[in-house]
């Protein structure tokens, strides 16, 4: 745990399990984008121990649940960031969870490739 750090130091989780937690994001992308949290201090996904996984995963599970009452998205995007060069700004392991909407941008296609704009339509119009 480090003091400086805003995800070691969470009081209102919307959800916990033993290894991790899930708050709302301070600045979501969408109406109800959450964050799953691992309670130990790391920074990159790839740290994480096999429970730690599970227990992130079983969140999402229950995250998605929760955002389908709450919210009624018409689909997800879930994403981390491993690292200063994929835009990770907090160096403590978090996995978000963004809700989507019909028309909540123009063209999705692509998805999660838009993270780099030239690379987000795919070159023959044909998805991998």
Do not use: W
Not at 68 to 74: A, E, F, L, N
Not at 88 to 93: S, V
Not at 110 to 124: E, L, M, S
């Amino acid at each position: 745990m480090k003091k400086s750090c805003p995800f070691c130091n969470c009081d209102h989780p919307v959800l916990e399990n033993s290894l991790a937690y899930a708050i709302y994001d301070r600045y979501p992308v969408n109406e109800g984008h959450l964050l799953v949290i691992p309670k130990r201090h790391f920074s990159d996904f790839f740290e994480c121990r096999k429970e730690e996984v599970a227990a992130i995963f079983n969140l999402l599970l229950n995250a998605k649940g929760l955002l389908d009452d709450k919210y009624r998205p018409d689909g997800y995007n879930i994403g981390i960031n491993c690292g200063l060069p994929s835009g990770q700004t907090i160096m403590h392991l978090h996995v978000h969870l963004i809700p989507r909407y019909q028309g909540d941008m123009e063209d999705p296609t692509g998805g999660v490739r838009g993270v780099i704009p030239a690379k987000q339509k795919y070159p023959t119009g044909q998805p991998n």
